[in-house]
């Protein structure tokens, strides 16, 4: 059988960025498994594996847009310390929960600290990188078997 829309697919990959350093990645022992088609990849990866069979290997790139998005500078806001949890003793680089004025729940990575707000970037955080990936198909099978 082979990965196709609705089908249930077990791999192991390894996903790295242009400057080589791993993102992620799984074992044939810690194997990942999708439901093809239900958008828990990103669409460049999906596509990049409808047709191949238990068994085959296959590396290739998935561009920003067909991954994460290309990084948006719009999304890189100053933001008001008062604006910031409070319980948090905040310090460049790393990753904070904030909500938006409508109250959705983001995530932001700090840049920059200074005294009065920080510079916080809300893409995610593989937005603009092309991911280089390295898979092995475990196995294919129909989603209701």
Do not use: W
């Not at 810690?30 to 239900?38: I, M, N, S, T």
């Not at 990049?48 to 590396?59: C, V, W």
């Amino acid at each position: 059988m082979r990965v196709s829309k609705n089908s249930v697919v077990s791999m192991c990959y390894s996903m790295t960025g242009d400057n080589g350093e791993v993102i992620d990645e799984s074992t044939r022992t810690d194997p990942f498994e999708f439901f093809c088609g239900a958008g828990q990849l990103v669409p460049g990866l999906e596509r990049q594996l409808i047709g191949l069979r238990a068994g085959e290997h296959k590396q290739f790139s998935v561009a920003p847009a067909d991954a994460y998005g290309e990084h948006n500078a719009t999304l890189v806001k100053r933001v008001a310390r008062r604006q910031l949890p409070r319980t948090i003793d905040v310090k460049e680089g790393m990753r904070i929960p904030m909500r938006s004025p409508e109250g959705v729940e983001l995530v932001c990575r700090i840049l920059e600290v200074q005294d009065e707000a920080v510079v916080a970037d809300f893409n995610h955080p593989l937005a603009g990188l092309t991911l280089n990936c390295s898979v092995e198909i475990l196995d294919v099978r129909n989603a209701n078997n």
